[in-house]
């Protein structure tokens, strides 16, 4: 595999119906061999409702994947050879990893870590959409506060290792990394 010098890990992340996914899809809409790595179930009407019209939105000549929880491994043995490739999303994925086996606790890092790597022996640009949820309410359960606490860390892995971080609120991007936003543990330096 070459190095692509011009690839990129771009993540985008925000609150519910922020414009996220329409951001997402439309940063991939520039390129023509796009491969979109779906990671939610329709478990429910409302659920397979909302993938339908994700389906619907997107060009009939990309490719999906649709991959709930080993998406490192499924990209790894994908043959197809993509300008882009965009993942909706993270917090699907940190929710599928954590519901898997709930008698025991996901390792979110090695997970993480085995995706990045995914992504940096490749050659393929990567847009990773995830959503903020550590912006509200404490969850008043014990299931709701580990998750939260979970995708934050996954979310924060991500965007350290991102070239670009986008957060959306409300349908406004703000390009974080553009603005000089670094990681909290580097800001005195």
């Not at 998406?71 to 300008?83: F, I, K, M, P, W």
Request: charged residues 25%; aromatic residues 6%.
């Amino acid at each position: 595999m070459v190095y692509n010098a011009q690839k990129s890990l771009t993540l985008i992340i925000g609150g519910a119906r922020s414009g996220k996914s329409s951001l997402a899809e439309k940063m991939a809409s520039r390129h023509d061999r796009v491969l979109f790595v779906a990671t939610a179930q329709a478990g429910d009407a409302e659920m397979a409702e909302r993938i339908a019209a994700h389906k619907a939105s997107r060009p009939d000549t990309w490719d999906t994947l649709e991959e709930s929880l080993d998406v490192a491994g499924a990209l790894a043995r994908q043959s197809g050879n993509y300008d882009l490739v965009l993942i909706d999303c993270l917090t699907v994925w940190t929710a599928n990893l954590m519901l898997e086996d709930e008698s025991t606790i996901p390792d979110y890092d090695a997970a993480s870590d085995a995706l990045l790597r995914a992504y940096d022996e490749g050659d393929t640009s990567w847009v990773v959409v995830t959503n903020e949820v550590g912006l509200g309410v404490v969850p008043p359960s014990e299931s709701g506060r580990a998750f939260r606490d979970a995708l934050g860390r996954v979310n924060t892995t991500f965007a350290r290792h991102a070239d670009r971080v986008i957060s959306m609120t409300a349908g406004l991007a703000l390009d974080l990394k553009a603005l000089g936003a670094v990681p909290w543990d580097q800001l005195d330096r």
